[in-house]
């Protein structure tokens, strides 16, 4: 039994899992919103919907190449004799099991690196050839790509992966707070040394590059690290070692891709379709209420490993209450997220971007709704991975951005930026509709065991 497990049942252990990881996002979430407020009130509507059309490609780009291989680690590292020993100190790894995991560890991490590459290419390819379609200015051209090409290499989600195998939340939760806090000191030097869109475009570089960093150093101290570059060690047998691992990166890569491009897609739109002004308040609406978004990116990230390990032991009634408990938990949390929106998002929003982004309210209660459909259906999706219907939530999120882009041309010539808000909260409940109902199917049947 895993200390995960030993402590007290699942649910007790996703809450501790999730604490750790609320405990940063509560205090950082307010250095989010005074650092967001520098760059709203240095570079104005226009200017910060230029930056936000910059910003959002590049992450949009990283989300479509990239891998969830944290996913992956959690998925296959959790085996019946469950997860191995660091590497010894020589650096070669001796039993079976140890060399099995660092094999997982290493494909992982050659997969997370080949990505990035293929992404620094296509980001190239797209920067100079459609850069002005995109809002990209000659001027910005280069902090563009820097941005970009800091976002791609940054890799983190082998280390992430890997740390929360180990059930270390609490040490990858103080390597993720890095950023909003790197992100706060290079506004606050950006808006005095060089303000402008190029300047923060340099510091949220620097934010991602020593985000990944703190990582890796995180993992060093674990001691995985030596694991992951044990000597002796090929990625040849990691396929025998672990049959179905091709489709199920496959699957979870196209269906976080659609589904964290999802949050992304809607600002191009805006800034496409509307203009840099509207995509500046679109952004700033959906930075709020993307915080509703990732409590329940949060919640998933840690039921998933819970999750994995009840399936993997065949425990239907037990999963069953997870779902439903996890399900109530995030109905009451959402309800109460969303008045607070409705309450306080207007005076947020001008006091950090000021009276231009007063209209901005109205897309952020659209916006607000969507991230609570994501937030209380948070539960279905880890279930159907670590069950192996992986086919459920890529159909899921396919059908939701057809629906999203179906809305979104059909109203924005009518009601512009509204229109594009509204074909979000589409997505979000054409989603979490398709994945209920797998959900469903799935929990009813005896007994629920991983292929």
């Not at 919103?33 to 760059?39: F, G, H, Q, T």
């Not at 005095?192 to 990944?212: D, K, N, Q, Y």
């Not at 060093?220 to 690290?225: C, Y």
């Not at 509703?292 to 998933?304: D, G, N, W, Y």
């Amino acid at each position: 039994m895993t200390t995960a497990t030993a402590g007290g049942g699942p649910m007790r252990a996703i809450a501790r899992n999730l604490g750790w990881m609320l405990a940063s996002r509560g205090v950082l979430a307010v250095l989010s919103l005074v650092y967001l407020a520098i760059v709203t009130r240095t570079l104005g509507v226009s200017g910060f919907g230029r930056f936000a059309l910059i910003t959002g490609a590049g992450q949009a780009l990283a989300t479509i190449v990239g891998f969830q291989t944290w996913q992956i680690i959690v998925r296959y590292g959790t085996g019946p004799a469950g997860p191995a020993g660091p590497a010894g100190p020589n650096g070669h790894v001796g039993a079976d099991g140890e060399a099995r995991l660092a094999r997982l560890f290493r494909a992982c991490g050659l997969l997370d690196l080949g990505s990035a590459c293929l992404g620094v290419i296509l980001a190239a390819v797209v920067i100079y050839t459609w850069g002005e379609a995109l809002g990209v200015r000659s001027v910005h051209t280069r902090a563009t790509m820097i941005f970009t090409l800091a976002q791609l290499l940054s890799i983190r989600s082998t280390p992430l992966g890997i740390l929360r195998l180990r059930d270390r939340f609490s040490i990858a939760a103080a390597a993720d707070s890095v950023t909003p806090v790197m992100r706060l000191v290079g506004a606050v030097t950006a808006a005095v040394l060089l303000p402008s869109v190029t300047g923060f475009l340099i510091a949220w570089g620097l934010a991602e590059v020593l985000t990944a960093a703190a990582y890796w150093a995180a993992l060093a101290r674990t001691g995985d690290l030596r694991l992951l570059f044990a000597r002796g060690v090929g990625v040849r047998d990691v396929v025998a070692d672990h049959p179905g691992i091709v489709r199920f990166a496959l699957a979870t890569n196209a269906s976080s891709s659609l589904g964290l491009s999802s949050k992304q897609i809607p600002l191009l739109l805006v800034g496409g379709t509307v203009g840099t002004a509207s995509a500046g308040a679109f952004r700033l609406a959906l930075q709020l209420a993307l915080a509703l978004t990732k409590v329940s990116q949060l919640l998933a990230r840690a039921a998933f490993p819970e999750i994995v390990r009840a399936v993997a032991a065949g425990g239907l009634a037990q999963v069953r209450a997870m779902i439903l408990r996890s399900f109530l938990m995030a109905s009451v949390v959402a309800a109460f997220a969303f008045l607070i929106v409705v309450l306080f998002g207007h005076p947020i929003l001008t006091l950090m971007g000021g009276k231009d982004f007063g209209p901005a309210y109205s897309i952020l209660l659209w916006l607000a709704a969507a991230g609570c459909i994501d937030l209380v259906t948070a539960g279905f999706e880890p279930l159907l991975l670590a069950a192996n219907r992986i086919g459920a939530t890529f159909v899921a999120r396919v059908v939701g951005i057809v629906a999203l882009f179906a809305v979104a041309f059909w109203l924005s010539p009518l009601l512009e930026v509204i229109g594009v808000s509204i074909a979000v909260l589409v997505n979000a409940l054409v989603v979490a509709g398709l994945l209920g109902f797998a959900t469903y199917a799935l929990v009813r049947r005896e007994p629920v065991r991983p292929a």
